[in-house]
């Protein structure tokens, strides 16, 4: 049974950090790509970095870039992401989902053209 199961979410003040945690099961995590995605109420979602398949090619939309850290532990089958500095703005429930397609930059999100599994999100609030 294919799972993606989001942790490590949870409320942080504003320049703290968190690390969430994407725990996939039932498919070779190396040949997924895996995007973060996040939405905020009323926001469209965004595609806030995504790591490729095979190469671990790392991409970041500005807003986080230099604050943000998306990696990939295959031996325990989960996809990070270290998030430092973090602003009232970054406050949204972040999703991780998976697909066999590269890393697309696309209308300012990263994206996959296609994408086999979704996880349950978790939320991140940044507030003093």
């Known amino acids: 049974q294919v799972q993606l199961v989001e942790s490590g979410g949870g409320l942080v003040q504003p320049g703290g950090s968190l690390r969430l945690s994407c725990a996939t099961s039932?498919?070779?995590?190396?040949?997924?790509?895996i995007v973060w995605f996040r939405q905020a109420p009323g926001k469209e979602r965004e595609g806030v970095s995504c790591?490729?398949?095979?190469?671990?090619?790392?991409y970041y939309i500005d807003s986080v870039k230099g604050r943000f850290t998306i990696s990939r532990d295959n031996a325990k089958n989960t996809v990070y992401l270290q998030m430092n500095s973090l602003k009232p703005e970054d406050t949204a429930t972040y999703y991780c989902a998976a697909g066999t397609d590269t890393c697309t930059y696309y209308s300012g999100s990263y994206v996959l053209n296609e994408y086999d599994w979704w996880g349950q999100g978790t939320q991140v609030t940044v507030s003093s």
């Open positions: 039932g498919f070779t995590l190396d040949d997924y790509s």
């Open positions: 790591i490729s398949k095979g190469d671990g090619n790392a």
